[in-house]
């Protein structure tokens, strides 16, 4: 029996060392919080299925959900450029890279 693929462990929720929280530098309605309650409640088992079904060995995936999420946030927000979403997750105001944390390059959205 073949293991199930896994992905990188995404949790907005983490802290880092300055500032502690994201809850801290986000207002309470900012935007971000609405498209992490709008990603939860999305079905996304036509992800989830063929990309767990995946040979287990190798790098591990970024988890769908936050895939989802980065790609609405930049929609959000005016970005639908791959190669402009890539530098935002960098250049961007913190918060992007908090929630996004993961170092991603412009392979990750082209797949």
Known sequence: ???PKSFRP???EQTTLLPPSPREWLSPDHQVYFLLDLVDELDLCEILLPAQAKDPRGEKGFDPRMMMMLLLYAYCVGIVSSR????AC???PPEKHQIFCAAMDLSSFCR
Request: net charge positive; hydrophobic share 25%; no cysteine.
């Open 1 to 3: 029996m073949q293991k």
């Open 10 to 12: 995404w949790q907005p």
């Open 84 to 87: 402009k979403i890539e530098r």
């Open 90 to 92: 960098y250049e961007g």
